[in-house]
């Protein structure tokens, strides 16, 4: 089959997380409040270090492209969910539905990436920090910054590619709180071998070489932390590393069981509940 989208379908239904008025309004009040706290918090980070020039080092400037990129996610998805509390099911047009899908896509494999560099910087300060000037230098802060977004943005591309060879010509619902893939290849009524497969694998892979190059760069970290005599240098090396740590175990654990498991080993409304975290 041709790339094209040969479908009768013309707009998606938003199921939503819930169907309970009662639970809507809370679940609308708490995502509601949620964002509203990430958007002002990573706004408030983008601000400080872009208008502090002693912060301006790639660690920082790291991290604030993370913020960036996670309100780019959250924006892209969170929106579409707050609508679904407040009417039962979201329509959302096709178009609509393939931006939502490769927005949150980029946002969400350009993270993973970012999340990577970050480590390797950690990396370089803690187990080289004499040559850190010269393995951090600019040049290759652009470049692991140029990977990042270019690496998002390729695989959107495969998603956006895969979507587009899927035939929908029955029902419309969407059993998610977002245009999520796995739920809109449930509704193709075309052979889905390949753009359920495609997908798959350009997002493990991207999931399988970050994390690979992390657990490396933490077991080198971890040999040059037991190395240390002081206590202070024990303390001060760990704390530099632990919420990096916590963010990439939350996120790549999350992304793993919903685009790399096995789609027959969960169900949708598991996806949906791990989606939102």
């Keep these: 089959m041709g790339t094209g989208n ?12 819930a169907e309970d008025t009662t639970v ?18 990573n706004v408030s980070i983008i601000t400080l270090l872009r208008s502090s ?11 604030c492209h993370l913020a960036f ?3 780019g996610y959250s924006s892209s998805v969170i929106p579409v969910m707050l609508m679904g509390f407040l009417r039962e099911g979201t329509s959302i047009r096709v178009a609509g539905c393939v931006a939502q899908l490769c927005s949150a896509v980029f946002f969400g494999s350009t993270e993973c ?16 920090p004499l040559l850190y000037s010269t393995e ?13 977004y270019v690496g998002g943005f390729l695989n959107a591309c495969s998603f956006t590619i895969c979507f587009y060879y899927l035939l929908f010509c029955g029902p419309h619902r969407v059993n998610h709180f977002f245009c999520d893939f796995a739920p809109l290849v449930e509704l193709s009524c075309s052979d889905i071998s390949i753009p359920a497969v495609v997908p798959s694998f350009t997002a493990g892979s991207i999931i399988v070489v970050t994390v690979i190059f992390i657990a490396i760069s933490y077991i080198y970290i971890l040999i040059t932390i037991l190395k240390m005599r002081s206590t202070e240098g024990h303390h001060k090396a760990f704390s530099t590393c632990t919420s990096h740590l ?10 793993t069981f919903i685009y ?9 409304d598991q996806n949906k509940v791990v989606s939102v975290f």
């Design 6 to 17: 040969y479908t009768t379908v013309t707009e998606f239904i938003i199921l939503g997380l």
């Design 136 to 148: 951090m230098s600019t040049g290759v802060y652009v470049q692991l910054l140029t990977v990042a």
């Design 113 to 128: 990436f970012l999340l990577a560099a970050m480590a390797y910087d950690r990396f370089v300060a803690i187990c080289s």
């Design 246 to 255: 916590t963010a990439v175990t939350l996120f790549c654990g999350t992304i």
């Design 69 to 71: 990129v996670d309100i």
């Design 53 to 63: 020039p002693q912060l301006h080092t790639p660690k920082y400037l790291f991290l």
């Design 24 to 41: 809507c309004a809370i679940l609308f009040i708490v995502f509601l409040g949620i964002h509203m706290v990430t958007l002002m918090g």
């Design 260 to 268: 790399v498991m096995p789609k027959s080993s969960y169900s949708t």
